[in-house]
Structure formats: structure tokens, C-alpha cells
């Protein structure tokens, strides 16, 4: 699997999805600057969770408009598989490879700490690692974590069996409780239409080996290697 992990500045998860890659594939991906405007031939890009820029204006924003992104979406227009982790998911929003928008966390407070995730769907080279309706535990660590889309969108999203993860509790309830930042109908991850773009605001890399303390993410990485390898 050919891979990629986009940096930018401020990014502070880049290295965390560098591992997490190499951990599965024996291979390290090539570290991609920001201000380049090429990609080699990949099977796979990371836009990495951190703070892009400071998270200055709108989260993502800035780092939505560098040079690397028009790259990036001329790669996931041809089928390449790209998966935004955390503010790589707002990055995707507001390069417009992903409907709707990250928002303030309805707390107005950051927030770090595990959280609980039913999974939606296998049906993506994302998910196929696990079953439907399975509860994984996956960290977050955002201040602009709230997903926001209007009526029609998410009805879209939901008809499509495009929504990905769902913040839920123990038991798989998608309860106002266990949702840590006020997203729309407890969304924590979506897919585009074609299935090769995944945003979401959990960070599977940071709980993807025993030594992190779980390895509910793992799946994910082993899924992706298996399928584009």
C-alpha cells in the first residue's frame, strides 16, 4: 500500500498516523509538506488530526486553500481513499470533498478524553474491519468537533448508509449523554459518495496499539492495508 500523511503547520498527530501506517504495512508513508502542489501515485492519504494553522479563522480553513489540496482532491476524484482524522476532517469539509461543517463544541470547551462509537457501517474500505453496530472506544481531543449539516444533507447521509460512526453509549444507544460535542444526530464520521473519503473526528491512531492502553483503531489501518494492498 502506497501511502501518504499530509503536514502542515501546526499539525500534531502526523507522526502518531506515520506509525500507525508502518505499524500495519512494514512501510512508512512519505510525509507530504503543505506548500507542495504534487502527490506521487498513492493508494492512501491522511489528513492528520492537530491544529492546522493554529486553528486561527475557521478550523481547517486555512489549511482547506494550500497548495497540497487541490492535489489531494484531484487524487479522491480518480478513487483514491482519503481519511481526514480530526481537524483533518474539518480540512475536508472546507475543501468541499465532505458535506457540512465542524462548529464550536456545544460546551465552548475543549475536550480530550476517550469516547464511545457505534459503527454505522462496513461497507468502506474504512469500516470493513468491523461490524455494524459494533462499539469501539476511540479518543478525541477537539475544540471545533461539532458536526453540523441541514436537514437534507444529513437525510441524505442516512439514506445512503453513508454516515460512518455515531457517538453512542455502552450499549449502542446514540443517548444526548454520550455525545461529546453536540453533533447532529450524534454523528462522528462520514463518507462521500463514492465511499473513498472518510472524515471523522475520533482519532483511531491514538488508541491503535496495546502500548497507547487499546487497539479499537487498529481495524482500521489492518482494513485498509488488506484492501489496497
Known sequence: MKSA???????????????????????????????????????????????????????????????????????????????????????????????????RNQSLSFICRDVLLRVET??????????????????????????FADEATLDRLEDEDRVAFRYCDAQGNPADAANPNGSRRNIAGILNPGRNVLGMMPHPERLADPLLGGTDGAPMFRALAAALS
Not at 489531494?72 to 483514491?80: E, L, Q, S, Y
Request: glycine share 12%.
Open 122 to 147: 462496513s461497507n468502506s474500505d474504512f469500516t470493513s474491519g468491523y461490524n455494524a453496530g459494533q462499539v469501539v472506544r476511540i479518543p478525541v481531543a477537539h475544540h471545533d468537533g461539532c458536526f
Open 5 to 103: 500523511v499530509i503536514v502542515f503547520p501546526g499539525s500534531n498527530c502526523d507522526r502518531d498516523a506515520a506509525v500507525a501506517i508502518t505499524r500495519v504495512t512494514g512501510h512508512a508513508p512519505r510525509m507530504i509538506w503543505h506548500r507542495d502542489a504534487d502527490l506521487p501515485d498513492l493508494d492512501l492519504i491522511v489528513v492528520p488530526g492537530g491544529f492546522s494553522y493554529g486553528d486561527y479563522l475557521r478550523s481547517g480553513a486555512m489549511a482547506a486553500h494550500s497548495p497540497i489540496m487541490a492535489a489531494v482532491k484531484a487524487k479522491a476524484d480518480k478513487g483514491v481513499r482519503v481519511l481526514g482524522i480530526c481537524n483533518g476532517f474539518q480540512v475536508l469539509t472546507e475543501a468541499g470533498l465532505l458535506p457540512g461543517a465542524l462548529m
